[in-house]
C-alpha cells in the first residue's frame, strides 16, 4: 500500500512548481484547485501529474513556454532562411506568419516580410517589386515628366484613372500611372495626331 503524502509536504511541491493550492490537499489522483503564481491562472492539476512531471501545473502557461521553445528552436534557421534570400533580420524572430523587421540588402529599405512567404518563394520588398505606395509628388513628377498636368491630386492607386490636361494641346484625359509606366502616352489626341 502506498504511503500517505503528507499535505504539506504536497502543498510545498505545489509551490515549488509554481502554484498557490486554494483548497486543502484532496489526494494524490483528485484535481487540486491552484492558482499559478506566474500568470493568476486558475488550474485544476493533480498532485501526481505535477510530482511526476507529466503536467507543467499550469496550462496556459505551459503553452506559452512550448510557444517560445518552438520559437527559439527555429530561429537560427529562420534567420539563415532571411539571409539567404536578402533580409537580415533587425528584430528577434517573431513566428513564421508574423511581419518580421527586417533590413533588404538589395536597396537598403527597411521591410517587414513574412518568413513564410519567404519560404515559398514569395517576394519581400514591395519597392524592388514594384507594388510599393508612391509618394503623391513622385507621381505628379512623372505626369508632369511626359507632358500631362494633373488636375487632381493624386488618386492613391497607380492602377485608378486620374484626370489631368495635356501641356502640348490642352486635352482633359484621365490616364493612369500605371499605363503611363508601361509607355503609354497621357493624351489620347496628341497620340492619335503623331501617327
Known amino acids: 500500500m502506498p504511503a500517505r503524502i503528507d499535505p504539506d509536504t504536497a502543498a510545498a511541491v505545489m509551490r515549488a512548481a509554481g502554484l498557490e493550492p486554494m483548497e486543502p490537499y484532496p489526494g494524490a489522483n483528485v484535481a487540486w484547485n491552484c492558482r499559478c503564481l506566474k500568470g493568476a491562472h486558475g488550474v485544476a492539476p493533480t498532485f501526481t501529474s505535477v510530482r511526476t512531471g507529466t503536467s507543467s501545473g499550469c496550462r496556459h502557461c505551459g503553452r506559452t513556454a512550448a510557444g ?10 529562420a534567420e539563415a532562411d532571411m539571409r539567404a534570400a536578402g533580409f537580415e533580420p533587425l528584430d528577434p524572430y517573431p513566428g513564421a506568419r508574423m511581419r518580421w523587421r527586417c533590413l533588404h540588402i538589395a536597396c537598403g529599405r527597411v521591410v517587414h516580410p513574412r518568413l513564410f512567404q519567404i519560404r515559398t518563394g514569395g517576394g519581400g520588398c514591395l519597392a524592388c517589386a514594384g507594388r510599393a505606395p508612391v509618394e503623391p509628388t513622385a507621381a505628379e513628377a512623372e505626369m508632369r515628366a511626359i507632358g500631362m498636368e494633373p488636375l487632381e491630386p493624386f488618386p492613391g492607386r497607380v492602377r485608378d484613372p486620374w484626370s489631368c490636361r495635356c501641356t502640348r494641346c490642352g486635352h482633359i484625359g484621365t490616364p493612369t500611372l500605371n499605363n503611363i509606366r508601361r509607355g503609354q502616352g497621357g493624351c489620347y489626341p496628341c497620340a492619335h495626331r503623331g501617327r
Not at 517560445?68 to 534557421?77: K, M, N
Request: charged share 50%; glycine share 10%.
Open 68 to 77: 517560445e521553445r518552438r520559437r527559439a528552436a527555429g530561429q537560427a534557421r
